[in-house]
């Protein structure tokens, strides 16, 4: 069981692993770019970049990074393999504290619930913390219960080398001291000192501890601002956070924190999903998923009970401890509750429902075969609300928007582009948006600054990504005719405080010499078309459009626009209007000899019928709605269109 437990994990955090959710996003791609500074020898104890971060996610990424090279994959992987690998110590855990039901249960939980499952799908430092308190535990609860003096010793000196490694996962961590501290009061008001204390065992656990955190903790010392920059930007000390009445914001986030498990979990999309993905995500104040779904309900509220009334338990005393201590830094912060600075809460909470379940699956007054058909049935449900709730999160566009998924597709396309052509690259998407530089890091491009203009005539297959909401002239002045320009808009982007979202670039792929495709129609001797058309599906066409200007422009002449019909016997079947490549290219930039253009795809009300329906193109003086004719090889009128058959 324990096997298909984690086979589990592992199919749930490894499945499009690369892909959903898209991305990478900021804080992955900067773990991208340290991780290949540590390739190239640049090692280091804390990354300081980025508000800093602990180390050893980044060195598992480099790993990672050395095998798959730079890619969105590369940068999860190591979340995702240790995400389904920490299956076992929270089985060890929860077996040692509650029972071999309750380990079992524990372990499915942390297999399928959708927290740790996102944790697990994301390459983000915080997925190892609550990996790391479970295996220090575990060999702490251990080391505990063993009689023999010198493996006692030996286990004591794990578990504090462990918890000390701890500190180099998460920021966290830090709050963990104070957990120990508060349990070992316990101990002592329980009647339990000897049990600290005999043997040395505390000064094993000190020594490993102390080992490990040393070399963290001393350069941390030197620099207290490595501690303290981050913090200080979202405490609820801040009065920019806590609006000048840090008491209140404090009580506030106290609400929000315990609501978490059942109520209301994190708003921030990138974190969670939220419980409406039609109504909610526009809304001004969305509602994150609770930590556990309907169906784990119960089982959590069931578990937290037993605690309580069983708090002389350690295990059970622990465990509260556990949760009051580890919500501190979504307490004490803004956006609570935020589940990466609640992930310490991990997997502690799992706790809480596997002990519900398990007195279920336990409880003799019900016959053996009802009750643990239910606890399958719960877990069944639970795991089939996981599955829904990511596969709708994971497919959503304002998800794309957060995990700045624009960006990625740039990247992508760079690297994609024709062999042997140059790449250029307005510098404001390397410096603006950090998964460029990893995801192009053994990509050649070169960076400009527009009001510089492209570094020389483009004399070779060219691709260029600008900027297209400045001015944009220097494109057609590095263009020399005859050449052909492609234009491609890109994917939707929108920051997290921007309101409406915006076509993050545009791509211009620019090839020397005359378009192969012959001309389809003179219009008014202004504009030469060349126009091709093919099935993609048999409900979309693709349109691909060629102008090329007679004469030069002025940037002041009016464009005309153009209009693409698909019409069929019983009417419109889709059109796109716009002016010529959707006024991408400078008005003052069309020429003799260069034929810009781009490629439209468009949907069909109905699967296309050869035999019947057919693609009408042409132009049009926006002011008056009049037609430019279409003119023969003499100059004169033969239609006010020009129509095609797609191929395919």
């Given at each position: ?455 020389g005539a483009l004399d070779g297959p060219t691709v260029v990504y600008a900027w297209p909401y400045g001015a944009l002239d220097f494109l057609p002045t590095a263009v020399s005719a005859p050449a052909r320009v ?77 209009f693409i019909h698909v019409t069929g016997p019983d009417g419109l079947l889709a059109q796109h209007d716009g002016p ?69």
């Open positions: 069981m324990l096997i298909l437990v984690i086979g589990l994990a592992a199919g749930l955090r490894f499945y499009r692993l690369g892909v959903w959710p898209p991305g990478p996003y900021r804080d992955e791609a900067y773990n991208g770019l340290d991780a290949l500074g540590v390739l190239r020898g640049e090692h280091a104890l804390f990354f300081p970049a980025n508000n800093g971060r602990e180390p050893i996610y980044i060195y598992l990424v480099a790993l990672s990074v050395a095998l798959l090279g730079p890619t969105t994959l590369a940068l999860r992987l190591p979340a995702a393999l240790i995400g389904a690998l920490a299956t076992l110590p929270v089985w060890l855990l929860g077996r040692a504290w509650f029972g071999r039901a309750a380990g079992l249960l524990a372990a499915a939980l942390w297999a399928i619930t959708f927290w740790p499952v996102h944790l697990g799908r994301i390459g983000l430092r915080v997925g190892l913390l609550a990996p790391a308190l479970a295996l220090a535990f575990g060999l702490g609860t251990r080391a505990y219960r063993e009689g023999r003096v010198a493996r006692r010793a030996a286990l004591w000196l794990a578990a504090g080398l462990v918890y000390g490694l701890s500190f180099y996962t998460y920021l966290a961590a830090r709050f963990t001291p104070l957990l120990l501290l508060l349990f070992a009061i316990y101990l002592i008001a329980t009647g339990r000192r000897a049990r600290l204390w005999d043997g040395g065992r505390v000064l094993w656990f000190a020594a490993g501890a102390a080992l490990a955190a040393a070399p963290l903790g001393i350069l941390l010392l030197r620099d207290p601002a490595l501690i303290l920059g981050r913090a200080g930007q979202v405490s609820i000390l801040s009065p920019a956070v806590s609006g000048g009445n840090p008491l209140g914001a404090l009580l506030d986030n106290v609400g929000r924190a315990l609501g978490l498990y059942l109520w209301r979990g994190d708003a921030i999309l990138r974190h969670n999903a939220l419980l409406s993905y039609d109504a909610v995500l526009k809304a001004d104040n969305p509602i994150g998923r609770p930590a556990f779904d309907l169906f784990m309900a119960v089982p959590f509220l069931i578990g937290l009970g037993w605690c309580v009334w069983r708090w002389r338990r350690p295990a059970a005393a622990f465990l509260l401890l556990w949760q009051l201590v580890m919500l501190g830094p979504t307490i004490l912060a803004e956006d609570a509750p935020h589940f990466l600075r609640a992930a310490g809460i991990l997997p502690g909470a799992i706790f809480f429902p596997a002990i519900g379940l398990a007195l279920l699956w336990e409880w003799g007054r019900l016959p053996a075969a009802p009750r643990r058909a239910a606890v399958v049935l719960l877990l069944a449900g639970s795991l089939g609300l996981t599955v829904r709730d990511y596969v709708r999160y994971a497919q959503q566009p304002d998800t794309a928007f957060v995990w700045e998924a624009a960006a990625a597709e740039l990247a992508r396309s760079a690297r994609a582009a024709p062999a042997g052509a140059t790449v250029y690259l307005d510098r404001r998407f390397p410096e603006g948006w950090p998964s460029i530089p990893f995801l192009l890091n053994d990509r050649a491009t070169t960076p400009f600054d527009p009001a510089a203009g492209l570094p492609i234009i491609e808009p890109g994917p939707l982007a929108r920051g997290d405080l921007e309101p409406e979202p915006y076509s993050l670039y545009t791509r211009y792929e620019i090839a020397p010499g005359s378009p192969a495709m012959a001309a389809s129609a003179d219009f008014a001797g202004q504009f030469a078309l060349r126009a091709a058309a093919r099935l993609l599906a048999p409900d979309t066409l693709s349109v691909e459009l060629l102008w090329e200007a007679a004469a030069e422009r002025s940037p002041d002449e009016p464009l005309p626009q153009v010529p490549a959707d006024g991408l290219w400078p008005a003052g930039g069309w020429q003799p000899g260069l034929a810009v253009g781009r490629q439209y795809s468009l949907r069909l009300t109905r699967p296309f019928d050869p035999m019947r329906d057919q693609v009408e193109i042409g132009l049009y003086w926006p002011d008056t709605g009049e037609r430019l004719p279409v003119v023969d090889a003499r100059g004169q009128a033969v239609d006010d269109k020009v129509v095609i058959r797609p191929e395919g």
